[in-house]
């Protein structure tokens, strides 16, 4: 038979004694969330007050962070037991001692008297309730104890604050930084200043991130906050603790300009800065989730011209551009409401950021033009040069010397035949025609394998038929090599990751032989080829009346240009057009005065050159505005 549950006695704030080990109540009125000491324990610091106007600071150690005390909010209410009172700086210190616990509980009244702990079993007696309701109403009246949450319609420039939000989407910035999107279901006084980063980025629902767009700020979180950022998931209710609204800054003071503010949480602890996740069950988290479910987004939502000039102008004509940008051969696809910043201001500015820019184009690379077009991994991120017509020829004369087997039988998911070409040295050439629900199908529409082929008979086989899969034989069988294209599209020379490809057999095809069509992206996957996506990546220089700085063009430059890179190497119209545009952009005969203005978007970005930390800048949303040339 079990006895009577253990009486504890609990120690007035004003009473500790040091050396002895005391259990006290008392309300929270500075706290760090736990980080990882110098050692391998997580420390929490919890400074509290009782009704005997003394204050105790405490500092606890474990190895296991869910053994630390709970708190989200200055004015929690924190029972702790077993703690060791000693003197440190002349002042009484709590440390955790054998058999430590800790219950913590909303400071709000009538709220539920629920601890939160990690305990497996506690005692909590009517006298326990009695102390957490006294402190809940003594806490009121205290001038001093006020928790620094603020919601975002009441930040000002230059403020420190705590924020209790949804996450709607986050990103990795860089190494060193981490995007997050919240929101508290207020908006700003202030525009708050959008940090650009890749859509494919971005994670997120896009519809709540659109619909939310005049809600949400972008909070930059940095440092030993940057794990948690990324754990976080999409839809949580977070706590941002000391919060920093700092006044974003501008080049040129101009009144007529709204104000931004950017928001960041600094990397460290000081001030009680962190990041945590209350429970779903917290007071103050099932009235903010009740204050966003119950906002009507469509009547409160008044669309401000930011986002008005986005979703109106994503497709401008040129008709309409014309007119207002006359001066200008290029045009920003968005962002047209930002002030122009001169370049000598950005190249002081930290990154990332993004500007709205006018220069002109002093010089670029390279030289020549094919040179910019580039094979990119998205998954590796390698970057290597798309083969030009000479390596082509290399290339599958290296394919010719692995002689075609022209005694292979045919299966039942293709057909072969031999082409014995003529005043070509004789080459023999086998072609395999992978049938289409178990027919051969019209040039147009086929599918076809080739071994053997030199790069002037792939050209001319790729004018007849819809697609072509380069391969050579090895042991009675075919596969591909991605030392040559992978595969062969009209003017669509397509290219697969060696790194990263996982090469499955071409009996792998027989899969898409029921379904119409052949879709490049569905062969890929098929086969277990990573394609290589083609990028024109050229090096500005741009320069206007203040300075000038390098940045490149290539993860946007199809949209800049207009013209598709995977086209351009086996279309001579394309160059010619590629060509024009430069002739414009930067006329070789001409002087700098006589240059014409762009209107950029370019954004900055931290990077590593072997092993140099660096800042880059690379255009974006930006397109070429030159009717004649489209």
């Not at 110098?38 to 009704?51: A, E, L, R």
């Not at 501008?250 to 602890?269: A, R, S, W």
Request: charged residues 20%; hydrophobic residues 35%.
């Amino acid at each position: 038979m079990s006895g009577p549950p253990q009486k504890y006695v609990y120690t007035p704030l004003d009473q500790l004694k040091e050396g002895t080990i005391a259990n006290v109540f008392g309300v929270v009125s500075f706290f760090k969330l736990p980080y990882r000491s110098k050692g391998t324990d997580f420390c929490s610091v919890v400074n509290i007050v009782d009704q005997s106007n003394a204050k105790l600071k405490c500092m606890f150690f474990s190895g296991n962070q869910d053994a630390l005390p709970k708190i989200y909010k200055i004015g929690d209410i924190v029972r702790f037991h077993r703690i060791k009172i000693q003197k440190y700086n002349n002042e009484f210190q709590g440390i955790s001692s054998s058999g430590f616990s800790a219950l913590v509980f909303e400071g709000i009244i009538d709220a539920p008297l629920v601890p939160r702990t990690s305990s497996k079993s506690y005692n909590f007696t009517t006298e326990d309730q009695k102390a957490v309701e006294t402190l809940r109403s003594w806490q009121l009246r205290l001038p001093n104890i006020s928790s620094s949450r603020q919601h975002l319609s009441n930040v000002q420039p230059g403020q420190y604050f705590d924020l209790l939000c949804q996450l709607v989407g986050k990103a990795e910035i860089d190494k060193a930084s981490y995007l997050l999107k919240v929101w508290d279901g207020t908006k700003c006084a202030f525009l708050p200043w959008k940090v650009y980063v890749e859509d494919d980025a971005l994670e997120g629902d896009r519809d709540a991130i659109n619909r939310l767009q005049g809600f949400t700020i972008d909070v930059l979180v940095y440092d030993n906050h940057l794990a948690l950022a990324k754990s976080l998931k999409i839809g949580s209710y977070i706590v941002i603790q000391n919060v920093h609204a700092k006044l974003h800054s501008t080049p040129i003071e101009n009144p007529g300009h709204d104000t931004y503010v950017e928001f960041h949480l600094h990397g460290g602890t000081c001030y009680g800065r962190g990041m945590s996740v209350p429970p779903e069950d917290n007071s103050d988290v099932k009235e903010l989730k009740n204050v966003l479910d119950a906002l009507d987004l469509q009547q409160n939502q008044t669309l401000n011209p930011v986002l008005d000039i986005q979703l109106g102008q994503m497709s401008p004509s040129f008709d309409a551009l014309e007119g207002c940008q006359q001066l200008s051969v290029t045009v920003v696809s968005s962002h047209q409401q930002w002030q122009i910043t001169p370049l000598a201001s950005i190249i002081t500015k930290n990154a990332p950021q993004k500007f709205h820019v006018r220069v002109k184009l002093r010089s670029f690379q390279p030289h020549p033009l094919y040179q910019s077009v580039k094979l990119y991994c998205s998954k590796c991120h390698s970057l290597l040069d798309s083969p030009d017509e000479q390596s082509l020829n290399k290339i599958f004369e290296d394919f010719y010397n692995c002689s075609p087997n022209t005694s292979a039988p045919n299966t039942f998911w293709y057909q072969s035949a031999i082409w014995n070409t003529v005043n070509l040295d004789n080459r023999t050439v086998a072609i395999h025609f992978v049938k289409k629900y178990d027919i051969l199908q019209s040039p147009e529409d086929s599918l076809i394998m080739v071994e053997g082929g030199s790069f002037k008979q792939i050209c001319k086989l790729s004018s007849q038929f819809n697609t072509i899969i380069p391969v050579k034989s090895k042991e009675e069988h075919l596969e591909i090599d991605l030392s040559a294209p992978f595969l062969i599209q009209g003017n669509k020379w397509l290219y697969g990751c060696k790194k990263c490809s996982n090469i499955k057999s071409l009996e792998e095809l027989k899969s898409l032989s029921l379904k119409g069509g052949w879709d490049v992206t569905e062969i890929a996957e098929a086969l277990g080829v990573e394609l290589l996506r083609h990028l024109f990546v050229m090096n500005f220089t741009l320069e206007d009346e203040t300075g000038s700085l390098n940045a490149y063009l290539w993860q946007h430059s199809e949209q800049f240009f207009r013209i598709p890179p995977s086209d351009i190497l086996m279309d001579s119209n394309l160059q010619e057009r590629l060509h024009e545009i430069m002739n414009v952009l930067c006329p070789p005969e001409k002087q700098m005065s006589d240059f014409p203005w762009m209107d950029c978007c370019i954004r900055s970005y931290n990077a590593n050159n072997e092993g140099k930390e660096q800042i880059c800048y690379e255009i974006f949303d930006t397109f070429i505005s030159m009717p004649h040339l489209n």
